[in-house]
């Protein structure tokens, strides 16, 4: 009775349990049942756990990157001015005077950047016996120069201080007609001169003098940019701009400078964010995360219901020892502990393996992408698809926490019901039959 005595004031988590716990999880051979079921049980929480973290690591690469090149490259707000009909029923949305007085008012609000008044059009552009269809941004040279993803970007052709000179254009646009620096790029707008037997189209040719890549295939593939005089005249708006691009500091935030921006633009002023532009496919990336992160916790439940399976096996193998036990004085606290270290220290050694696993597998995702692409023959990530040269990963803590977060609570929480049943297992019953 003292041994009983001493046996229940016993710690929890005694140096004793442990022990018990590592030989039933270190299963002989002539029990290997059970070791199988533990190698089956760590492998799919490890495997469930390394999805859960890689899937998480290429959303958050993908909204980032998605972010940062809308970003880096797009205006933050556009400012343009409402329509005005003339006597022949014209709608017209310039802004008269350039601009720059709007520009300059737009400047002066707090949390502005950069305000830049911007010509636009869609033209063709030739060269030799290639067309493509392009979008001109005719803009001044220091205002092209505070674009971060033009002035700065992943890769560069020719040099940026000869823009006044000629044109700049993405190298998308480059690959399609087969340009380089120093070649003639030919510029044709179907909305040229009018005459008496009709409109002639406007031709004009620039010579080639950056070739940039922001990173984004959309924007590489289509967009050039003009010195604003040499698009004005193109255009033939002569004083007049389209549109202000304004940036901000705080680009999440925007929405709280559109009264201060709208103000200093002017009573006609109306304004468009990257938000408007892009917010809905912002939203549909937060759904399909929630959704993608609630999926995958399905797996890590069904990987951690394995801890069941094999932790019911070993209560079962291991009744006679159970009963011999509890004879000894140990207590069903004691018991309960023993088999619940055997489940728990399954599911968090398969967490730490698969988190170790998703953290390698993101680390180096470009070479296992490249071998995996060698392999394949080449073609699985299309960017004209996708919009993205590679695929991009971004390791985030709070991704790893959740994930370890999950796993751990739900294997362990799983590990309590075998436990228990052994904890209850009656002595007399479990030692009937040995």
Known sequence: MAGQSRARTTPPFSRFEWLIAWRYIRARR???????????????????????????SIRSGFRTDFVNTILGANAHVTVYQAGTVDE??????????????????????????????????????????????????????ADLNSIPLIANPEEAFGDIAD????????????????????????????NGTRTAFGTSPRVSTY?????????????????????????????????????IEVMVEDPDNVDELLGPITQAAGD???????KDSSGAYLRALTVEDNVMFVLLSILVLIASLNIISGLIMLVKNKGGDIGILRTMGLSEGSILRVFFICGAG???????????????????????????????????????????????A?????????????????????????????????????????
């Open 163 to 190: 823009f006044e000179q000629g044109i700049a254009i993405g190298s998308g646009v480059a690959r399609e007609l087969g340009l380089a620096i120093g070649d003639k790029i030919k510029l044709i707008s179907p």
């Open 268 to 274: 006609r002023s109306l304004v468009w964010t990257w």
């Open 30 to 56: 002539a029990e290997g049942g059970v070791s199988v079921m533990t190698w089956i049980s760590l492998v799919g929480i490890a495997l469930a756990v390394f999805a859960l973290v890689t899937t998480l």
């Open 346 to 392: 399954i599911g968090t050694v398969g967490t730490l393996a698969g988190v170790i696993l998703g953290v390698l597998f993101t680390v180096y995702i470009d070479p296992i992408f490249s071998l995996v692409n060698y392999v394949s023959g080449g073609g699985v990530w299309d960017p004209s698809i996708r919009g993205l040269y590679h695929l991009p």
């Open 394 to 434: 971004e390791l985030r803590m709070s991704n790893i926490l959740s994930a370890m977060l999950l796993s751990l609570g739900l294997s362990w929480t799983v590990t309590i019901v075998p436990a228990r049943r052994a904890a209850r297992m009656n002595p007399v019953e479990a030692l009937r039959y040995e």
């Open 88 to 141: 022949a029923g014209n709608v017209s949305r310039v802004i008269e005077g350039g601009g720059e007085d709007m520009a300059a008012a737009i400047r002066e609000v707090d949390g502005v950047t950069r305000a830049a008044p911007i010509v636009k059009g869609q033209v063709m552009a030739n060269f030799r016996q290639a067309n493509a269809g392009v979008e001109v941004f005719g803009i001044s040279e």
């Open 207 to 243: 010579d080639v003098v950056y070739v940039f890549t922001a990173g984004r295939w959309d924007i590489d593939r289509t967009r050039v940019y003009l010195p604003l005089e040499a698009a004005q005249l193109f255009f033939n708006k002569d004083g007049v701009v389209d549109e």
